[in-house]
């Protein structure tokens, strides 16, 4: 069968040359690949927030509790570029009706008060607002092994429909098919809308609370 004359080759020259063409086309398509940011999408069962809830005011030695919340209810994406960290992204949403106070610290009978105001109007208002979400803006590389990478991730925070800028120190761990991430920073309630908690005036929530995280992703 006579082969088209596109597809001839004449000699053992054009052979390799046709070879090393191919070879050269594969390579380049490699290194492309190798470069193009990978998208992960957040592991639920396996990630998790703690936000911490100190206390205030001149009984605060004496009365009242520190309070911890948990947030189990995590979704989004993380996108991550690890030859150019800059051009990797976050968007998380949480379920902030699905907020959960530990009991931590405090008594059994409290737990359901402390529930209560945290989702009311005062606070959360979980019935108007039943997410909060953040999406990055910028990730600035702070250090890297050929594993992690610590960044620092600056975004838009949205609690209440109010948004705000924060910037947090990102720790993030690629390990084959898994991205692991974790952080803390802080939230200053009344930024977003919300009154810190006060019991008989004397003793308060601190009007910032610590939100420390775990994030899987695959």
Do not use: W
């Amino acid at each position: 069968m006579r082969l088209p004359a596109s597809f001839r080759l004449h000699s053992s020259g054009g052979i390799v040359a046709g070879l090393s063409a191919s070879c050269l086309i594969a390579l380049v398509i490699l290194i492309h690949a190798a470069g193009t940011p990978r998208s992960y999408t957040i592991d639920a069962a396996h990630s998790h927030a703690t936000i911490e809830v100190g206390k205030s005011g001149v009984f605060s030695f004496a009365a009242g509790h520190t309070h911890e919340v948990e947030a189990r209810t995590i979704a989004g994406t993380l996108t991550v570029d690890a030859d150019d960290p800059a051009r990797s992204t976050v968007h998380v949403t949480v379920d902030a009706s699905a907020l959960r106070v530990t009991g931590k610290g405090e008594s059994a009978d409290d737990v359901p008060k402390v529930q209560e105001t945290m989702a009311s109007a005062q606070v959360l208002d979980v019935r108007s607002y039943p997410t909060i979400t953040f999406a990055s803006t910028s990730i600035a590389l702070k250090g890297h092994t050929p594993t992690t990478l610590e960044t620092i991730v600056s975004g838009q925070l949205t609690i209440r429909n109010v948004t705000h800028p924060i910037s947090v120190p990102v720790s993030v761990h690629i390990d084959g098919q898994k991205v692991s991430a974790t952080g803390r920073f802080p939230v200053k309630q009344t930024e977003f809308g919300m009154k810190p908690v006060s019991v008989a005036g004397v003793v308060s929530v601190k009007d910032t609370v610590n939100v420390s995280f775990a994030i899987e992703a695959r």
